[in-house]
């Protein structure tokens, strides 16, 4: 099996081909919001990108080839270079200063469930760090391989298993190898008239197991359901064996096996094969915009209305301060004070009673509608955020996004906090940043918060900066009531956090269990736990 060449450009989102330039209006305001001045700083070249010199043992990597092949070993400094660091914005002012120094020593591109076996037990023996890669879009420090203590370290690209392994029309499952991205998971299904319905903002390179790895939630999945609530089974590779946890709709057998793997981040072991609840192809697609006077009238109709069980699949309410940004970034004037954008997918008689359902609690909450355009218009910048982040990034521009979820009760609360913890912690440095936030996902009893800042980049300090606003909205959101993170993940950013989150004892029973599962602890060191 030949090794593929990474699928995005090493330095940032995507492909250069799909780059979006964002328009002279929000790059104005920025610039004038942000006092920056001067050109915009590119990327270093790859040939000056410093990167360690390659330590795994030359027996060992002909042992790793005798397992999959010597065109799927690959150290040359594109491979190194572009699984040295996942897409958050300390990994990009890394990368982008040329700073690899976290490289693999090895790109290794299993073909099957064996060769992920036969390398897991050959990592174990010979204390390689094993990180396994999906599409490499974690934003917590996910993907970041880890050698100290270890003899060297690989990451586990798992690009080429990508296979529909079946389908089960009847019950309305598909099993599939990790490595699918999204949209090769809606291509194979497409085939057979269905759709996973799962569409997170990374979806064009994200992969079905960083999904179910990270416990991801896509733009429906107010509808659809999170991916964790989609994972009817799984099969986990692991140093010590593997665990294989066939499809069901419902077990009472313990506290959950699936749950212990789904979420696990690569520190327990590889998934090599998911099978997910799927559902008929849409035959209708319709979103929708509607403007709101204020963001707690918004947030105060959206509860109302998912506890009726009548929310879109789709939900999704920009406070003032994204409202007016989005517009600006899209070239247009801002709507009104709030927008809501509400989508629904379907059969077409069950999308217009449903949409009827939601539309008469917006209209009776005060909600203006917008119609169809400003919806759509909403669906087709999603996929050119990460792009704009690049050029942000090249201006100047500090640009970060985290997110948490907690009760209705306390969700106006944990807005504020984290709101002025990160305006108070880049405000001591010296910025002024710009903070704003939209309800992205709701529940029956609470929903998730999504925020964005943007700052003035502090030049030479960058990383301290991100740091200083990261640990305090993280502070935040625990005093609040909030979950440290609400589908982006632990990894290694939120790692700190994890004991306040499930308790000293908490991170204890999962330590105990990684024991068992990796003895030598090769399995993605530094993430998840702290
Ligand atoms: C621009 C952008 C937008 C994003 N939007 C969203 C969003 O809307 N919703 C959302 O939930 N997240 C989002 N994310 C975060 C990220 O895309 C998700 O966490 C995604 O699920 C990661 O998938 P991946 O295939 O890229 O995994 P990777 O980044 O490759 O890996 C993530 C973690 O999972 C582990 N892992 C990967 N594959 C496996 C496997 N087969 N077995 C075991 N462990 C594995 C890795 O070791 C790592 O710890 C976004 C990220 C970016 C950069």
Redo the contacts with the bound molecule.
């Keep these: 099996m030949s090794a593929p060449d990474p699928r995005m450009r090493w330095w940032g989102?995507g492909v250069d081909r799909d780059a979006t330039a964002l328009p002279e209006k929000a790059r104005g305001m920025l610039r004038q919001a942000f006092s920056i001045e001067g050109q915009p700083s590119p990327p270093v070249g790859l040939d000056d990108v410093e990167l360690p010199d390659a330590a795994l043992p030359g027996e060992v990597s002909d042992r790793l080839a005798s397992i999959v092949g010597a065109e799927a070993v690959r150290q040359d400094r594109l491979a190194r270079v572009s699984h040295a660091l996942?897409?958050s914005y300390p990994d990009l002012i890394r990368i982008r200063a040329g700073d690899a120094s976290s490289a693999p020593d090895a790109v290794v591109y299993p073909a099957s469930h064996d060769e992920v076996m036969a390398i897991l037990e050959l990592c174990s023996a010979e204390r390689v760090a094993v990180?396994?890669?999906?599409?490499?879009?974690?934003?917590v420090g996910?993907?970041e391989p880890r050698r100290d203590g270890f003899a060297a370290a690989i990451s586990l690209d798992?690009a080429p298993m990508d296979r529909l392994i079946g389908s089960d029309p009847v019950s309305l499952t598909a099993t599939f190898e990790?490595g699918c991205t999204g949209p090769r998971v809606e291509e194979l299904l497409g085939h057979e008239g269905l759709t996973l319905g799962h569409f997170?903002?990374?979806w064009e390179?994200?992969?079905l197991?960083?999904?179910v790895?990270?416990r991801?939630?896509?733009r429906a999945s107010t509808g659809y359901g999170r991916i964790d609530e989609l994972v009817l089974g799984v099969r986990l590779a692991t140093p010590a064996g593997t665990i294989a946890l066939p499809p069901l709709p419902a077990t009472a057998a313990g506290p959950g096996m699936r749950g212990l793997v789904v979420g696990?981040?690569?520190a327990l072991g590889?998934?090599t094969e998911a099978t997910l609840a799927v559902r008929p192809a849409p035959a209708v697609k319709l979103n929708e915009g509607w403007v709101f006077e204020s963001w707690q009238a918004g947030c105060e109709a959206f509860r109302a209305m998912e506890q009726a069980g009548d929310a879109a699949d789709i939900c999704r309410l920009s406070d003032e301060a994204e409202t007016a940004l989005n517009a600006a970034a899209s070239g247009h004037d801002a709507p009104g004070p709030c927008l809501a954008v509400v989508g629904w997918e379907g059969q077409e008689a069950g999308v217009a009673r449903r949409a009827e359902r939601t539309r008469a609690h917006l209209a009776g909450a005060g909600a203006r509608p917008l119609g169809e355009d400003a919806g759509a218009r909403a669906g087709r910048n999603y996929f050119a955020?990460?792009y704009l982040r690049d050029e942000l990034l090249g201006m100047g521009v500090l640009v970060e996004t985290l997110e948490t979820a907690t009760t209705w009760s306390r969700l106006q609360a944990l807005y504020t906090g984290v709101g002025d913890a990160l305006r108070s912690a880049l405000g001591a440095r010296g910025t002024d940043p710009l903070v704003m936030c939209h309800v992205s996902h709701l529940y029956r009893s609470g929903a998730s918060l999504y925020f964005s800042f943007f700052a003035r980049q502090e030049r030479g300090a960058e990383l301290e900066q991100w740091h200083a606003a990261k640990t305090a909205a993280c502070d935040a959101i625990l005093a609040h009531g909030g979950t440290i993170t609400h589908?982006?993940?632990i990894?290694r950013d939120h790692a700190a956090w994890m004991d306040q989150e499930v308790g000293e004892l908490g991170v204890e029973a999962i330590r105990a269990l990684k024991q068992k599962l990796d003895p030598a602890g090769i399995m993605?060191p530094g993430?998840l736990l702290p």
């Design positions: 989102w996942g897409k990180t396994p890669f999906g599409g490499g879009s974690s934003v996910g993907v798992l990790p997170p903002q990374s390179y994200a992969t197991g960083g999904f790895a990270t991801s939630a896509g696990s981040e690569g590889v998934i955020g990460p589908h982006h993940a990894g993605n993430k």
